[in-house]
């Protein structure tokens, strides 16, 4: 029976055809129980009604049948209802007579109007509708509102408000407050005493709901906040100030900034203000080495076709002279091909090298070539994935090149191959920034003529001096090359990231084909992964999952730390899967993208709990336990039938 000693709520709603209401109080077990129901049919006029007055005439109706428990009474009268337009009546309406005559009576009762979903409320929706026009859709559920701005209150989820009361008997700063208000009028902390009041069970601090020290309750109210659409994941400043409109409690702002650098959404998705600053490892050149003793490669293709030919082989002298040899070839160059052209342009000038440098590229990566590195005994050191900073030194000269090139062929560019050797004369014979000379001076003691001179020479110096010359030279050149090395090292050693055995890192994936149907919208980085082994200061081996075939070490510039918070929680629960037909099944999340080439057609599916790189590929006669995820996105994306369906397991 209802109890006029305890607060109701009202839930009521509207249809085409009737409105539907029930009563509620909360009971001795805490949950809020039914105590009058009301289904009443619209007149053949009242069917006629706009959205907002058939709305509004619900309410009317619950209010006028149940007045005798809630005219009058001690608590507020709570009405929830399922339509977005609210709002439509807290602004000032020009009424008709009918509208007036109900925001009258309305005015009698202490009201607080609370938007809710319609799944809250199935049991007043149901009562509002036809049996035989269960099937028909009405727009009952637009917007609409005609009330004054005093019958709402701020909305409040009506479980997470009993949750707050339920926790508040163990918080003994909450018993203090309320003993103090009740009893002797004084505010436990420094504040005034108008600050602070109770209302349905409630403890308020400045028109906000204080919160208990539960973590895990204070973790929900952040999380349905901070994660919900019509906030978007805010930063730390934007959450705290979000929360702040209806919450308080002490020490929120370190406790939101901590949740808020635990979100594993944020850390994916964002863009990262602050990279990793990982130590800079350049390359140290050998001892009195000799000219491309170590020289590193790499390849410029896509030019415009000559003579068949639209790549250039660079190879540039990383020990000692910083010379270049440039060499046209083909894009469909293989490596066996790199091999030979190795042997007649490297080798017959310099003889073999001790070393290669170069980057990962599917020619200097083959079998063949990795073969006649070993056969030679020359040692080949390739980049870590994605990281061409590795092989820099040939990046840099790739850009000087094509700069020179667009310089001179721009007009006409199918004439870059007969400026290739002039492009290598000028770049031997420049003067090096950090050395002081140029290449061509250091490997032969003088500098060639590119032009006519206005005068001869006369003055030969003898070839012992010469020799002499060059000795000394190279030494110099070594210990500017060392010099150069470690101010390099100096300038990037401040406040490094350094990761450890173990650690789950992000990984970048701007160079990773991670099948989303747009990059644009697609995660900043995946993972998290977990750190199999420190190869080296900057490398690292990650557990990457077997489905994908790329090479799992990684230069730590590509990387970011993971962080999970004691205030965020774990941001991946990873549930154990179910066992359907003795087979283990996890429960699908999300279909993110389809292969339309695939034959037959797969699709990428996330689950559950897990991170997305846990993402597969997955036929669709796979898929038989999420066909309503998968029919929707059938019909989304238009996709012609190509394989069949299939069908529900019994």
């Given at each position: 029976?209802?109890?006029v000693?305890?607060p109701?709520v009202?839930?009521a709603?509207?249809?085409?055809w009737?409105?539907?209401?029930?009563?509620?109080?909360?009971?001795?077990d805490?949950?809020?129980?039914?105590?009058?129901?009301?289904?009443?049919?619209?007149?053949?006029?009242?069917?006629?009604?706009?959205?907002?007055?058939?709305?509004l005439?619900?309410?009317?109706?619950?209010?006028m049948?149940?007045?005798h428990?809630?005219?009058?009474?001690?608590?507020?009268?709570?009405?929830?209802?399922?339509?977005?337009?609210?709002?439509?009546?807290?602004?000032?309406?020009?009424?008709?007579?009918?509208?007036?005559?109900?925001?009258?009576?309305?005015?009698?009762?202490?009201?607080?109007?609370?938007h809710?979903?319609?799944?809250?409320?199935?049991?007043?929706?149901?009562?509002?509708?036809?049996?035989n026009?269960q099937?028909?859709?009405?727009?009952?559920?637009?917007?609409?509102?005609?009330?004054l701005?005093?019958?709402?209150?701020?909305?409040?989820n009506?479980?997470l408000?009993?949750?707050?009361?339920?926790?508040?008997?163990?918080?003994?700063?909450?018993?203090?407050?309320?003993?103090?208000?009740?009893?002797?009028?004084?505010?436990?902390?420094?504040?005034?005493?108008?600050?602070?009041?109770?209302?349905?069970?409630?403890?308020?601090?400045?028109?906000?709901?204080?919160?208990?020290n539960?973590?895990d309750?204070?973790?929900?109210?952040?999380?349905?906040?901070?994660?919900t659409?019509?906030?978007?994941?805010?930063g730390?400043?934007?959450?705290?100030?979000?929360?702040?409109?209806?919450?308080?409690?002490?020490g929120?702002?370190?406790?939101?900034?901590?949740?808020v650098?635990?979100?594993?959404?944020?850390?994916?998705?964002?863009?990262?203000?602050?990279?990793?600053?990982?130590?800079?490892q350049?390359?140290?050149?050998?001892?009195?080495?000799f000219?491309?003793q170590?020289?590193?490669?790499?390849?410029?293709?896509?030019?415009p076709?000559?003579d068949?030919?639209?790549?250039?082989?660079?190879?540039?002298d990383?020990?000692?002279?910083?010379?270049?040899?440039?060499?046209?070839?083909?894009?469909?160059?293989?490596?066996?091909?790199?091999?030979?052209?190795?042997i007649?342009?490297?080798?017959?000038?310099?003889?073999?090298p001790?070393?290669?440098?170069?980057?990962?590229?599917?020619?200097?990566?083959?079998?063949?070539?990795?073969?006649?590195?070993?056969?030679?005994?020359?040692?080949?050191?390739?980049?870590?994935?994605?990281?061409?900073?590795?092989?820099g030194?040939?990046?840099?000269v790739?850009?000087?090149?094509?700069?020179?090139?667009?310089?001179?062929?721009?007009?006409?560019?199918?004439?870059w191959?007969?400026?290739l050797?002039?492009?290598?004369?000028?770049?031997?014979?420049?003067?090096?920034?950090?050395?002081?000379?140029s290449?061509f001076?250091m490997?032969?003691?003088?500098?060639?003529?590119?032009?006519?001179?206005?005068?001869?020479?006369?003055?030969?110096?003898?070839?012992?001096?010469?020799?002499?010359e060059?000795?000394?030279?190279?030494?110099?050149?070594?210990?500017?090359?060392?010099?150069?090395?470690q101010?390099?090292?100096?300038?990037?050693?401040?406040?490094?990231?350094?990761?450890?055995?173990?650690?789950?890192?992000?990984?970048?994936?701007?160079?990773?084909?991670t099948?989303?149907?747009?990059?644009?919208?697609?995660?900043?980085?995946?993972?998290?992964?977990?750190?199999?082994?420190?190869?080296?200061?900057?490398?690292y081996?990650?557990?990457?999952?077997?489905?994908?075939?790329?090479?799992?070490?990684?230069?730590?510039?590509l990387?970011?730390?993971?962080?999970?918070?004691?205030?965020?929680g774990?941001s991946?629960?990873?549930?154990?899967?179910?066992?359907?037909?003795?087979?283990?099944?996890?429960?699908?999340?999300?279909i993110?993208?389809?292969?339309?080439?695939?034959?037959?057609?797969?699709f990428?599916?996330?689950?559950?709990g897990?991170?997305?790189?846990?993402?597969?590929?997955?036929r669709?006669?796979?898929?038989?336990?999420?066909?309503?995820?998968?029919?929707?996105?059938?019909?989304?994306h238009?996709?012609?039938?190509?394989?069949?369906?299939?069908?529900?397991?019994?």
């Amino acid at each position: 029976m209802p109890d006029v000693d305890k607060p109701f709520v009202i839930e009521a709603d509207a249809s085409k055809w009737a409105t539907g209401a029930v009563l509620r109080q909360k009971g001795v077990d805490g949950e809020w129980h039914p105590c009058r129901y009301l289904s009443k049919s619209f007149s053949p006029a009242e069917r006629n009604y706009e959205i907002y007055d058939r709305e509004l005439l619900a309410i009317y109706r619950a209010l006028m049948e149940w007045r005798h428990y809630l005219m009058g009474g001690k608590f507020k009268v709570v009405i929830l209802s399922d339509h977005k337009n609210l709002t439509y009546f807290r602004t000032a309406q020009k009424l008709n007579r009918r509208q007036a005559r109900w925001s009258l009576f309305l005015s009698e009762f202490d009201l607080g109007l609370v938007h809710v979903p319609g799944k809250s409320i199935s049991q007043a929706d149901a009562l509002s509708r036809r049996s035989n026009e269960q099937d028909e859709i009405d727009n009952d559920n637009e917007d609409v509102v005609v009330l004054l701005d005093r019958f709402f209150i701020r909305g409040i989820n009506l479980e997470l408000k009993d949750d707050i009361v339920e926790r508040l008997g163990p918080d003994d700063f909450h018993k203090s407050a309320l003993e103090q208000l009740l009893h002797q009028g004084v505010p436990p902390i420094k504040s005034a005493l108008s600050d602070w009041k109770i209302e349905n069970d409630l403890l308020f601090f400045q028109n906000r709901v204080y919160v208990l020290n539960d973590t895990d309750l204070r973790r929900r109210i952040v999380q349905s906040i901070h994660e919900t659409p019509g906030v978007g994941h805010p930063g730390q400043w934007n959450t705290t100030e979000q929360v702040q409109r209806d919450f308080w409690w002490p020490g929120m702002v370190k406790f939101i900034k901590s949740f808020v650098d635990g979100c594993a959404t944020c850390q994916q998705s964002k863009i990262n203000t602050h990279p990793t600053r990982t130590p800079i490892q350049p390359i140290q050149a050998p001892q009195n080495s000799f000219p491309f003793q170590v020289c590193t490669m790499d390849l410029i293709t896509d030019l415009p076709e000559c003579d068949g030919m639209d790549s250039i082989l660079v190879v540039v002298d990383h020990s000692s002279t910083k010379g270049v040899i440039f060499t046209p070839c083909a894009k469909t160059t293989d490596a066996t091909k790199v091999a030979e052209m190795l042997i007649q342009h490297l080798y017959k000038r310099f003889g073999l090298p001790d070393r290669i440098i170069s980057d990962r590229d599917p020619r200097f990566a083959a079998e063949v070539f990795q073969e006649m590195g070993k056969q030679l005994s020359i040692k080949h050191s390739m980049s870590t994935a994605f990281h061409p900073q590795t092989d820099g030194e040939t990046e840099r000269v790739n850009r000087e090149l094509e700069v020179y090139l667009r310089m001179f062929c721009a007009k006409e560019q199918t004439r870059w191959k007969e400026y290739l050797s002039l492009a290598e004369f000028a770049h031997n014979n420049r003067t090096h920034s950090v050395l002081k000379k140029s290449p061509f001076f250091m490997m032969m003691g003088y500098h060639p003529r590119p032009l006519l001179t206005v005068f001869e020479r006369t003055t030969i110096p003898s070839i012992e001096e010469r020799l002499q010359e060059l000795k000394r030279i190279r030494e110099e050149t070594t210990g500017l090359l060392e010099l150069a090395r470690q101010h390099m090292i100096r300038r990037e050693k401040q406040k490094l990231d350094v990761f450890e055995k173990g650690q789950k890192v992000w990984l970048e994936a701007k160079n990773l084909a991670t099948g989303y149907p747009s990059r644009k919208l697609a995660p900043k980085r995946e993972g998290p992964f977990a750190i199999l082994e420190v190869l080296g200061p900057v490398t690292y081996k990650l557990d990457l999952p077997h489905q994908w075939k790329i090479h799992p070490v990684f230069h730590a510039a590509l990387l970011s730390p993971y962080k999970q918070t004691e205030a965020h929680g774990p941001s991946f629960t990873e549930p154990p899967p179910d066992l359907i037909e003795e087979f283990e099944e996890y429960e699908v999340d999300a279909i993110a993208g389809h292969r339309p080439k695939k034959r037959p057609r797969e699709f990428l599916v996330s689950y559950t709990g897990y991170d997305l790189s846990h993402n597969r590929w997955i036929r669709m006669e796979g898929m038989e336990n999420c066909l309503d995820l998968l029919k929707d996105y059938i019909k989304k994306h238009k996709l012609k039938p190509r394989d069949p369906i299939p069908t529900q397991p019994s």
